[in-house]
């Protein structure tokens, strides 16, 4: 039996995670009546429906290609991210700010704030557990690129949307600790209320990063460039083509990409040969590049398809 894939896993740690997060938290809310800790049990709650989410994307994306979607189901993924994002967005942030500002103007004194204190610090735990695990799963795909790029390059959500949630739910819960700890020294439960509209302000920020790098990926990124550059040398080394003049990419899914690769073959070659060129190539290409599922391979001279990219590339215009 084979074992999940390293994202499958990072997926239904960050759910066990989250899970029994979200039912302490909101136990200690009911019983302090922190806005923050609710705040925080609503974060967790919404991340928890988030990973159900990405696990069924994951799923659906892994169906294989049939008539009606013949280049396979991989955007289905990218799809339940970028859902993914709006819910952090206008559930999690949304409701944190609205709790917020309703403690601000009808705020209320804490109850046994040391629930609140334990609480917090297993949420640490258990949430630092699943971000350590979420980034040393990250740390293998990106390589020697830095954390930034790794995650603007990268074109399977479900790991870097994962590390993203533990994320804001760290900095969530250093917000809810200085808010709570505020409220208590201070007597102020106001404190307890500017603390979960800065927890709403994190998911926020996050759910905007997230939603503009998956919506990316859902309407038809291209796949790295060394993918490109690969499949350009792999066409020049072939004896029967004269020249490879380019190589467009799209990423269908994490693993899936369709390829349309133009080149110019050398004039004695006979239809036949062009055939048997063709599947020689598309054979290397696909064996350096297993996550290539098609590959188009169109004769053409090296001027026409200079011609054609750059019409193609031009802006339209303004009227």
């Known amino acids: 039996m084979r074992s ?16 029994a997060i979200a039912v302490t938290k909101f136990t200690a809310a009911v019983l302090t009546g922190s806005s923050a800790m ?11 429906v988030n990973e159900v989410l990405l696990l069924y994307g994951m799923k659906r994306a892994g169906k294989v290609a049939d008539v009606s979607h013949p280049f396979g189901y991989g955007r289905e993924l990218y799809f339940w991210s970028f859902i993914v ?10 409701a944190a700010v609205y709790e917020g500002v309703s403690h601000l103007l009808d705020p209320q004194p804490m109850r046994a704030p040391l629930i609140n204190y334990i609480v ?10 699943s971000w350590w695990f979420t980034l040393k799963a990250f740390r293998k795909t990106k390589g020697s690129q830095g954390y930034f790029e790794a995650f603007r390059s990268s074109k399977d959500p ?43 302000g994190v998911l926020a920020v996050s759910s905007l990063l997230l939603a503009r790098e998956t919506k990316a990926l859902l309407i038809g990124e291209s796949a790295h460039p060394r993918v490109r550059e690969s499949i ?5 080394a072939d004896p029967a083509i004269r020249a490879a003049n380019g190589v467009i990419t799209v990423q269908m899914g994490p693993r899936q990409i369709v390829a349309a690769l133009s080149t110019e073959f050398e004039d004695a070659l006979t239809t036949g040969d062009i055939e048997i060129c063709i599947n020689r190539v598309e054979d290397a290409i696909k064996c350096a590049h297993p996550d290539i599922s098609v590959l188009f391979v169109k004769p053409q001279t090296a001027q026409t398809w200079l011609r054609r990219a750059e019409s193609a590339m031009r802006k339209p215009d303004a009227s």
């Not at 894939?5 to 995670?17: G, H, I, L, T």
């Not at 994002?85 to 949304?94: D, Q, Y």
């Open 4 to 19: 999940k894939p390293m994202a499958s896993k990072v997926v239904v740690v960050a759910f066990a995670a989250n899970l």
């Open 38 to 48: 609710l705040s925080e049990g609503i974060h967790s709650l919404v991340d928890t």
């Open 85 to 94: 994002s709006l819910l952090v967005l206008a559930l999690g942030a949304g």
């Open 232 to 236: 350009l040398k792999i066409a020049c």
């Open 120 to 129: 917090l610090a297993a949420s640490f735990v258990f949430e630092g557990g």
């Open 158 to 200: 479900s790991v870097f949307t994962v590390l993203f949630e533990d994320t804001a739910a760290l900095i969530g819960l250093v917000i809810a600790l200085a808010g709570i700890a505020g409220a208590h020294a201070l007597a102020m439960p106001q404190l307890d209320g500017i603390a979960s509209i800065g927890i709403g």
